[in-house]
C-alpha cells in the first residue's frame, strides 16, 4: 500500500527554520516526482515547492523562492523541504504528495498522486 508519511513541523518564532520529511512506505520514491503544498485556515490550497524524479527539475513559489528548499534522498526514501527564514505567513497545514508519472505541469501533475496526512507548521513570536 502506498503511503506518504510528514513530519518535521511545529512551532518556530519569525526568522527560524523547520526542516519537514515526507517518507514513503509501499514503493521508493526515487521513480516519483514529488511536491509539498500548504493549506492555511480559510485560504486555498498553495503549491509550495515540486521536484522532479529522473531530472531533479523543480519549482518553487514565488512566496517561498531564496527561503525554502526542496532536496531528496533515495535512500532514506524521503522528500525534504528545508524552511528558512519563516514568516507567519508560512503558517499552515503542509502536505506532501506523489505522483509516478507526469501528465503536465510538475505540481498539477503531482496534485493528482497519492498523499500524506499533513503536518502543522505554525510561526508565531
Known amino acids: 500500500q502506498l503511503q506518504l508519511v510528514e513530519s518535521g513541523g511545529g512551532l518556530v518564532q519569525p526568522g527560524g527554520s523547520l526542516r519537514l520529511s515526507c517518507t514513503a512506505s509501499g514503493f521508493t520514491l526515487d521513480s516519483y516526482a514529488i511536491g509539498w503544498f500548504r493549506q492555511a485556515p480559510g485560504k486555498e490550497r498553495e503549491r509550495v515547492s515540486c521536484?522532479?524524479?529522473?531530472?531533479?527539475?523543480?519549482y518553487y513559489a514565488d512566496s517561498v523562492k531564496g527561503r525554502f528548499t526542496i532536496a531528496r534522498d533515495n535512500a532514506k526514501n524521503t522528500v525534504y523541504l528545508q524552511m528558512n527564514s519563516l514568516k507567519p505567513e508560512d503558517t499552515a497545514v503542509y502536505y506532501c504528495?506523489?505522483?509516478?508519472?507526469?501528465?503536465?505541469?510538475?505540481?498539477?501533475?503531482?496534485?493528482?498522486?497519492?498523499w500524506g496526512q499533513g503536518t502543522q507548521v505554525t510561526v508565531s513570536s
Open positions: 504528495a506523489a505522483v509516478r508519472l507526469l501528465f503536465s505541469r510538475l505540481c498539477v501533475s503531482i496534485e493528482s498522486g497519492s
Open positions: 521536484i522532479s524524479s529522473s531530472t531533479g527539475s523543480t
